[in-house]
């Protein structure tokens, strides 16, 4: 096809050699399958800040590390350098969310690269080698339901364990190459130890998940995993091969007051013993 204006730095650079086909064009992003070589891969053209849409809020923003100190005051202060450092880091951020969960084991597209607002990455297939669905155009059996959500659960909770929440999971952000689930669209992956908003986004996104394979196996609806992997993740224990339960007791255990009171009564009484005691032995010796 034509190469849209957009791409072609990256044919003069020589990355690209052929623009194929263009995917769908998403709220944030346009989608391209191209040729580099012998390899055909997958480019993302990130449309411009005032074209995009919710995802740039500030809860999403909050707790990324700036490294830069220059660049994070110019972001604070409205500037004009400010907001395009601001962009810049935004951008960014799908590609640092690609390469921190490739080796966390997460199984994403592998990144191959960002140039000029243009991310080149891994063309998921599916297994008769078409471009892979997303999960809202597949359908599943029961059991393939329950096998896939606990794949994606697995997911989460490898991100996690790499400090990232995703943020924006769902159907739509979830290819399926045929044998497992893709989880794709980092722009907007939050850092789960710096925001104040990470259990609930968390709990969002596992529960969107669970909403879609309840589709097919409904029992679903009962479990508790998003309520789990946080309490999970709050009091140190999550692993990337923490075995999940889907249960979740919430800690309703009320402290008996009566009960507390008599104990501490009881250590004052012994307390008063002891001293007796000693003041006794010391009048002994007397
Ligand atoms: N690596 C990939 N391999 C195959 N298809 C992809 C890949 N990345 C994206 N796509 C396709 O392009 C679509 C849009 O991609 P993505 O979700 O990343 O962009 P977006 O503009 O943020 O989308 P939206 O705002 O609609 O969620 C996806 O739904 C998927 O069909
Ligand atoms: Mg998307």
């Known amino acids: 096809m034509k190469i849209p204006k957009r791409l072609q730095p990256l044919v003069d650079d020589g990355m690209i050699d052929e623009v194929l086909v263009q995917l769908m064009s998403g709220k ?6 191209v040729r580099c070589g012998e390899q055909v891969r997958c480019a993302k053209v990130f449309k411009e ?28 202060k409205k500037t004009r350098y400010g907001q395009k450092e601001q962009e810049k880091a935004w951008l960014n951020s799908e590609v ?29 297939n599916d297994a008769d080698g078409y471009t892979a669905p997303r999960l809202d155009d597949v359908t599943f059996t029961p059991e393939q339901a329950r096998e896939h959500y606990a794949t994606v659960l697995q997911e989460v909770v490898r991100m996690l364990c790499a400090g990232l929440i995703h943020g924006d999971l769902s159907e739509f952000n979830v290819l399926f190459d045929g044998r497992v ?12 130890a710096g925001n104040n908003a990470a259990q609930e986004m968390l709990e969002r996104d596992v529960d969107n998940m669970r909403d879609y394979f309840a589709r097919y ?19 140190g224990q999550l692993h990337p091969d923490s075995e999940l339960t889907g249960q979740f007791v919430l800690d309703t255990h009320i402290a008996d007051v009566d009960e507390v009171l008599a104990v501490i009564d009881d250590a004052e009484e012994e307390e008063l013993d002891r001293q007796a005691r000693i003041h006794g032995d010391e009048d002994d010796d007397d």
Do not use: C, H
């Open 49 to 76: 800040a005032k074209q995009r849409s919710f995802k740039q809020a500030v809860q999403y923003q909050e707790g990324r590390k700036e490294r830069n100190s220059r660049r994070s005051r110019a972001m604070a």
């Open 96 to 124: 640092d969310a690609l390469y921190r969960l490739a080796a966390a084991g997460v199984r994403v597209p592998e990144p191959f690269g960002f140039v000029d607002g243009v991310l080149l990455m891994e063309l998921i």
């Open 217 to 235: 196996a409904p029992e679903l609806l009962e479990t508790q995993y998003a309520k789990e992997i946080w309490a999970l993740y709050e009091s």
């Open 28 to 33: 944030e992003a346009q989608v391209y399958v």
């Open 181 to 192: 689930p893709v989880i794709i669209d980092l722009p907007q992956a939050v850092d789960a």
